[in-house]
C-alpha cells in the first residue's frame, strides 16, 4: 500500500525558513516522479512543483508563487521527499500535499496523496 | 501558464439530478486534462484521466469529455456521496495548473 506522510509543518513568521518531510512507502520511491500542492483554508488546489527521478534528465519544475523561493528535493537512500521553503510570506500560509506520480494516459498524474502538513506564516 | 476556468464555482444539486462542470483552458491541451474530486478534510481524489478515461474505482456514472480547451466532467445521477468540490487540472505542460474548483451542494 502507497504511503506519504508529511511533517515538519508549523507556524513561522513572515521572512522565516521551513523545511517539509514527506516519508513513502509502499512503492518504489527512487522510480517516482514526486510533486507538492498546497491549499489554503477554503481555498482551491495550487500546484508548488515536481522532481523527477535522478536518473531522468531535466529539471525541477515549479510553480510561478514559489519559484526562487522554493526548493524541492529528494533522499532516495531515506525514501524522502523535502520542500524547502524560504522567505515565507503570508499567501504561502497552507496545507501543503506531497504526491507520487504515476503515468496515466501517456501524462505524468499524481495518483497517490498524502495527508497533508499546515503551515501557518504570520506574524 | 495555463491558466483552467472552471464553472460553474457553486452548484446546488439534489439526490439523481444530472450534473455538468465545465473546465475551459487557456490554449490548447489536446485531452492532457484530469478531474479531481475533493471532500473537507481529505486530499484529493482522482476521478478522471486523458479528459474522458475513467480511474480504476470510480462509478460509472461519472464522465468526461473534451479535448483542446473545452472539457466537461458529467455525474449522471448524483448521488449522496457525490456532495464535494471537484477541481481539472491540466497536466499537458509545467507549471501544472488546476481550475479554481466547482463546489457540489445539497439543494
Known amino acids: 500500500e502507497v504511503q506519504l506522510m508529511e511533517s515538519g509543518g508549523g507556524l513561522v513568521k513572515p521572512g522565516e525558513s521551513l523545511t517539509l518531510s514527506c516519508a513513502a512507502s509502499g512503492f518504489n520511491f527512487k522510480n517516482a516522479w514526486m510533486s507538492w500542492v498546497r491549499q489554503a483554508s477554503g481555498k482551491g488546489l495550487e500546484w508548488v512543483g515536481r522532481i523527477k527521478t535522478v536518473s531522468d534528465v531535466g529539471p525541477t519544475d515549479y510553480g510561478a508563487p514559489v519559484k526562487g523561493r522554493f526548493t524541492v528535493s529528494r533522499d532516495d537512500s531515506k525514501n524522502t521527499l523535502y520542500l524547502e521553503m524560504n522567505s515565507l510570506k503570508v499567501e504561502d500560509t497552507a496545507v501543503y500535499f506531497c504526491a507520487t506520480e504515476v503515468e496515466l494516459g501517456g501524462r505524468s498524474v499524481p495518483l497517490y496523496w498524502g495527508q497533508g502538513a499546515l503551515v501557518t506564516v504570520s506574524s | 501558464d495555463i491558466q483552467l476556468t472552471q464553472s460553474p464555482p457553486f452548484l446546488s444539486a439534489s439526490v439523481g439530478d444530472r450534473v455538468t462542470i465545465t473546465c475551459r483552458a487557456s490554449?490548447?491541451?489536446?485531452?492532457?486534462l484530469v478531474w479531481w474530486q475533493q471532500k473537507p478534510g481529505k486530499a484529493p481524489n482522482l476521478l478522471m484521466y486523458a479528459a474522458s478515461t475513467l480511474q480504476t474505482g470510480v462509478p460509472a456514472r461519472f464522465s468526461g469529455s473534451g479535448s483542446g480547451t473545452e472539457f466537461t466532467l458529467t455525474i449522471s445521477s448524483l448521488q449522496p456521496e457525490d456532495f464535494a468540490t471537484y477541481y481539472c487540472?491540466?497536466?499537458?505542460?509545467?507549471?501544472?495548473?488546476f481550475g479554481q474548483g466547482t463546489k457540489v451542494d445539497i439543494k
Open positions: 490554449q490548447g491541451i489536446s485531452t492532457n
Open positions: 487540472q491540466q497536466v499537458d505542460g509545467y507549471p501544472r495548473t
